[in-house]
């Protein structure tokens, strides 16, 4: 069983395609952890695509799998026709420069009507400067304003934007909950101070976000 499937149950699932027969893409999906959680569920037409290739090959023998070694931030060698991709804590390894054509490109190799998951690390937060230099791999930050207008101008039609709220149990979970809720009101009224009121405020503070985002109607 997946470590992880109780986020998956609760962000992922309700977006999953119907047909267990729809094509999947998992780019950079890393140790595989939701390529097992999708066969588990019997998905049969899965590719999972990671530079690592021992975590590729771990997966080569995965029910429903297509386990493919190479740069996930390249789409060229990969058909289209997607139901549903995954980019999950990998776009920000794109240069911005190159973020437009890339996140273009995924619209591309969609199905009409497919969706696309993003899942990034939260750019607003006062954290998120160390999780940039702890990477050096790391190229762009995004908050959440930031994030969807990369996909709406590239595409996409957005239909959910939220934060990666993690199951916290016990008595120890509510007061980290708590004290989190506290210090991101306090953090909020530091940048009314310093900004004025502003739209682009954030309003997630969870340390990762996720959006969810179908590819416009031509």
């Not at 569920?41 to 297509?66: F, H, K, M, Q």
């Not at 995954?86 to 911005?96: E, G």
């Not at 199951?167 to 009101?185: E, L, T």
């Amino acid at each position: 069983m997946s470590p992880n499937r109780g986020y998956y149950e609760d962000k992922c699932r309700p977006f999953l395609p119907e047909n267990r027969d729809a094509p999947i893409l998992d780019l950079g999906c890393g140790q595989g952890d939701f390529v097992r959680y999708l066969s588990g569920l019997g998905y049969r037409r899965i590719t999972a695509v990671d530079r690592d290739s021992t975590a590729i090959a771990a997966l080569e023998n995965t029910p429903g799998v297509t386990a493919v070694e190479g740069d996930a931030a390249s789409l060229d060698q990969i058909p289209g026709g997607y139901a549903l991709i995954v980019a999950k804590q990998m776009i920000y390894y794109v240069d911005r420069r190159e973020a437009t054509s890339f996140v273009s490109a995924l619209s591309h190799a969609l199905a009409p009507n497919g969706r696309l998951v993003v899942e990034i690390f939260n750019g607003a937060l006062l954290s998120s400067r160390f999780t940039e230099l702890k990477d050096p791999a790391i190229l762009t930050a995004y908050t959440e304003n930031g994030l969807q207008r990369l996909l709406e101008q590239n595409g996409f039609v957005v239909e959910h934007l939220s934060g990666v709220k993690l199951r916290r149990r016990g008595f120890r979970g509510a007061i980290y909950s708590v004290a989190q809720a506290a210090w991101f009101s306090l953090y909020r009224a530091l940048l009314i101070i310093e900004r004025g009121r502003d739209d682009e405020l954030p309003r997630l503070s969870s340390k990762s976000i996720i959006a969810v985002a179908r590819r416009r109607p031509e």
